[in-house]
Structure formats: C-alpha cells, structure tokens
C-alpha cells in the first residue's frame, strides 16, 4: 500500500491601523487599513516523503533546538516544508525550556536575512520543489544568549 505525506496549511493576516484618541473627541480605535479593507489570506498543500530532517516531534513531544549565534539548521535543498516557533524561552535542552526571553529569532536562507520573530510567533516556508540555489535554512538567537525554538523541516 502507497503512504502519500502532506502539509495542508493556511495563513491569514488582518492589516490594522490605531487612530490615536483625542481628549474630549474621541477614544483610541483600531481598524481594518482604510486603503486594504480585508483580511489577507491564503492555503495550499505540501507533498513530502514524510522525513523529518530536522527539528521535530518524537511521539508528540517537542525536540527543542539551540538558535545559537551561528545558527541550528531547520531546512536545506531537499526541505519541502519548514515550520518554525521561536517558544518566547531561552535554551535549557531538548526537553526543558530556560528562562523567558523577549529576544528576537532571526531567519535565513543561506546568508540572506528573511524573517524575524519575537517571541510565541510562528512562521512557515512552503517549499513545494526542492531549491537549486538554497543551501541551508537556519535559526539564529537575536540578543546574546541561544533561544530554544520548535522547528520541523519535512523533505
């Protein structure tokens, strides 16, 4: 029997703006962007031969990495799905979380910076073909000391 291995995912975003208040006119007010006036959003689907390469759950349990100074690598030429968590702790071990951290976790796609994420943010990379340029995508902590992250790279 034929096993097929998929990552069906969706995002959403909601554009805002606060309109500051004004003493004795009016209260603080958030709203949709005016020029936007949506939600922005999508979804799609991920095939992969279910091979975690890197991070990853062992029977539902989280394998924290190390986001060090030079970097845990969460994905490489061969990833077709990446998702990555920066858990808002500093780094103890595989299994325990350190002291709560407000430090960034930077990404990247070699030596390209691509994203930053503050802490309990979450983020994925989609990557339905393997890559002919990227070599290695990898996690780094954004202030002094290693962030513990969550991270599944899926070929």
Do not use: C
Request: aromatic share 6%; glycine share 12%.
């Amino acid at each position: 029997m034929a096993t097929t291995h998929k990552v069906i995912y969706s995002v959403s975003a909601t554009p805002k703006v606060t309109v500051d208040a004004v003493d004795g006119a009016s209260m603080e007010t958030n709203s949709i962007h005016e020029n936007i006036r949506k939600t922005l959003g999508g979804s799609g689907e991920v095939t992969n031969d279910g091979a975690i390469d890197f991070g990853g759950v062992t029977n539902g349990t989280t394998n924290y990495l190390q986001a060090t100074s030079g970097g845990v690598n969460i994905g490489d030429g061969d990833t077709r799905f990446i998702w990555i968590k920066h858990t808002g702790f500093l780094w103890s071990s595989a299994s325990a979380l350190g002291a709560s951290t407000t430090d960034k976790v930077t990404i990247f796609i070699d030596l390209e910076h691509i994203a930053s994420l503050a802490a309990g943010e979450g983020w994925i990379i989609p990557l339905p073909d393997t890559s002919s340029t990227a070599t290695n995508f990898i996690a780094k902590r954004g202030g002094s000391s290693d962030i513990a992250i969550e991270a599944i790279g899926l070929d």
